[in-house]
C-alpha cells in the first residue's frame, strides 16, 4: 500500500484557515467527504467530527514537529482513506512536543482495518518525521505541489 492508494489528488488543502483543532478535523473532514472518494460510503462529516475527536480524547493525535494525524474508525467505509492539510497559520493541538501544528493527516478507516489502519499510519508518520519532507511540504506553492512532494517522498521510501 503507498500513500498514492490512499490520498486523492482532491482530498488535499493548502493555507487552510482554522483556529481549533474541533474546526481543524471539521474542515478535514468535509474535504475528504466532499473530495469524491466517499461516494461508495454513507458517510457524513459529523460522523467523521465525532468518531475523530472521541479519538482525540483519549489523547492527542499532535505527534509532533507541527504535525497531527487525527483518525478514527468509520462505519460504512470500505477502505482507508486520507486527507492531508497545510495550515495557514499554526494552531494549538495539544502535541506531545507542545508545539502549534501546521500540517494534518486525517486517516479514516473502516473497523475491521486493524493492521491495514496501522500500516497505513506508520507510513504517513514515517514520512512525515522527516524534517526535509517537512519543510518541502511548508514551502508546497499549491495543492498540487503538496500532493505531488506527500507522493513522491512516499513512493521514495517505498521502494
Known sequence: ???????????????????????????????????GC???????????????????RLGSTGVGSGVALPHARIEGLDKVKVALARLETPIEFESIDNRPVDIAVLLLAPPEAGSEHLRALAQISRRLRNEEVRGRLRRAPDAQSLYVTFIDEAQASAA
Open 38 to 56: 466517499m461516494v461508495n460510503a454513507p458517510i457524513n462529516t459529523r460522523d467523521i467530527v465525532n468518531a475523530a475527536m472521541e479519538r482525540e
Open 1 to 35: 500500500m503507498t500513500l498514492s492508494d490512499l490520498l486523492a489528488r482532491d482530498c488535499v488543502a493548502v493555507d487552510l484557515k482554522v483556529t481549533s483543532k474541533k474546526q481543524l478535523v471539521q474542515e478535514m473532514a468535509e474535504l475528504i467527504v466532499n473530495c
